[in-house]
Each structure stands twice: as structure tokens, then as C-alpha cells.
């Protein structure tokens, strides 16, 4: 896969979802910016983009010398700074407004003039993360799924002074390394994917609380009554519990709708450290 329009991307935050994030678009033709703020970051992403072209490689959908050149496209760095060449900026930090704020402030100070700002948040309005920089009509969300490399779906996200400029850039972007894009015209929190998804594990996990049915069956229920490839408590244990629980408290402080009041359980769960496949243990037990 190559893109028609080459152009610098910068990625911040080497983790699964800015790793991810660097891989598609140096896979697209790309030159990428990958910055974290340690090196032991970096290389486990750089480990983590690897492993994951090897795959494609043994799978026949990359050559080995596809593979290589793609890994050539990408340079890791801990200097912010080296934001200043890029067209496009994807933010992949912390779920957390007051870390996001941040690195915009940071964005706004460092990157040219004409680049488009893009946050990759599940969750976090756009228009408060814009609020804190001087450009707020080049800020829009551009929100990959986990995993990026398989995920198709991209969900941009106008926030309220998003130009349609910067919403054409970044779904020329998205589309270019490979995504279908839906587009979400007013940033309320959680979108329409992470409201949606936020609201069934939340019910999902009240039934199991409550004992009303197994995991099992509510995700079996899920799976073969309503179509779903992966059942929501399935979903939660993929995502990360502690992830689509500080999606739930993100979406709830914004909307107070007790839709999105997440049970005791998923705050306990993370408590205790069991945060779905990535611990070993979630609603389901994993082999680590």
C-alpha cells in the first residue's frame, strides 16, 4: 500500500495505539516521527511494529522488502521538538484531558504553521483539547481502533472550530493508510463508537454483577441474538477494563446520564489488577 500524497507524519506516544499508528502510515508510504519520552519506549514500540510486519510477512500480505523499507521510514526520537517538519501530528498519550492539554500546548509552540493537530482520544471532546492552543481549526480527532494495523475503522471528529480543511486532511490521511472513515460533527463525549460500546459493557458487567447471567452467556447472547463478533465483556477484556472504565467516567462526568455510571465491579477489577488479556485476567482468564 502506497500513498498518492506523501507527507510527514509525527506520531506521540510509542504505545499499542501510536506504534500502531506509525506503523500503517510508514506502511503507506510515509516518513514517520515516532517520539515517546524515554528510549526504553521507543524500542518497545519499534519491538512491537517489528513483530507485526514479521506477521504479515509469514502471512503473504507484505514482501520481506516491503516489511524493510517500511521499518526504514520510521525514526524514534524523545525531542518533542522534532514535531516542527511534521504535516500532520497524531497525538496517542494518555486517555487523560490534563495530559492531552499538555502536549497541545507543547504542539502549538513546536509545529509549523499549517500542520493539522489530531488527537487520537476515544473519549475527550475536541474542543476542549483545542481550547488550549492558538490554532484550534487545525485540531481535529482522529480516532484509530485497536489493533490499528487489522482495525478498519477510523472515526474523525469535528471539534467546534475544526476546519473543513483539517477534517479533509485527516481523511485524506485516514483513507490513505487504508481506514474507512465515519465522521462525527459534534464531539460530544465519547463519539458514537466509545458512547456506544462504553454504554453495553457497562450494562454487561451490571447483569454480571448482579448475577443475572454468566459472562459466558451474556457475551454468548450478544454474539448470536444481536449479530456482534465479540460479545461486550469479551470486548472489555481486549480493550483493556481499565481503559473502557475511564472512558465511563469520562462520558459520564460530561453527559451525568447513569447509563454511563460504570458498577463497583470494573473499578475493583482494576484495582486488583485485572485489566483483561493484556494481565492475564479480566472477566476471562488468559493465558499471559
Not at 521499518?71 to 498519550?93: N, P, Q
Not at 477484556?237 to 469520562?250: E, F, K, Q, R, S
Request: include cysteine.
Amino acid at each position: 500500500m502506497t500513498n498518492a500524497t506523501t507527507q510527514q507524519i509525527a506520531v506521540i506516544g510509542a504505545g499499542l495505539m501510536g506504534a500502531g499508528i506509525a506503523q500503517v502510515s510508514a506502511q503507506a508510504g510515509h516518513p514517520v516521527v515516532l517520539r515517546d519520552v524515554t528510549d526504553a519506549a521507543l524500542q518497545r514500540g519499534l519491538d512491537g511494529i517489528r513483530a507485526s510486519y514479521a506477521k504479515f510477512v509469514s502471512k503473504g500480505k507484505l514482501t520481506a522488502e516491503e516489511a524493510e523499507a517500511a521499518l526504514g521510514r520510521i525514526t524514534t526520537t524523545t525531542d518533542l521538538g522534532a514535531v516542527a517538519e511534521a504535516d500532520i501530528v497524531v497525538e496517542a498519550v494518555f486517555e487523560q484531558l490534563e495530559v492531552k492539554e499538555s502536549v497541545f500546548r507543547e504542539l502549538d509552540k513546536l509545529a509549523k504553521d499549517g500542520a493539522v493537530l489530531a488527537s487520537n482520544t476515544s473519549a475527550i471532546p475536541i474542543t476542549r483539547i483545542a481550547a488550549v492552543t492558538e490554532r484550534p481549526e487545525f485540531v481535529v480527532g482522529v480516532h484509530f481502533f485497536s489493533p490499528v494495523p487489522m482495525m478498519k475503522l477510523v472515526e474523525l471528529v469535528r471539534g467546534y472550530k475544526t476546519s473543513d480543511h483539517a477534517l479533509a486532511v485527516a481523511r485524506q490521511f485516514a483513507e490513505g493508510v487504508g481506514k474507512e472513515v465515519v465522521v462525527v460533527n459534534r464531539d460530544v463525549a465519547g463519539f458514537v463508537t466509545t458512547r456506544l460500546i462504553t454504554a453495553l459493557v457497562v450494562e454487561a458487567a451490571k447483569l454480571y454483577e448482579s448475577g443475572v447471567a454468566s459472562a459466558e452467556d451474556i457475551d454468548t447472547a450478544c454474539r448470536l441474538g444481536f449479530g456482534h463478533a465479540m460479545g461486550p465483556l469479551q470486548t472489555a477484556d481486549l480493550t483493556g477494563v481499565d481503559i473502557l472504565l475511564h472512558a465511563a467516567h469520562n462520558i459520564y462526568s460530561e453527559t451525568k446520564d447513569e447509563k454511563f455510571a460504570a458498577p463497583e465491579i470494573m473499578a475493583r477489577m482494576v484495582t486488583a489488577g485485572d485489566l483483561g488479556r493484556k494481565s492475564g485476567r479480566g472477566f476471562y482468564p488468559y493465558e499471559k
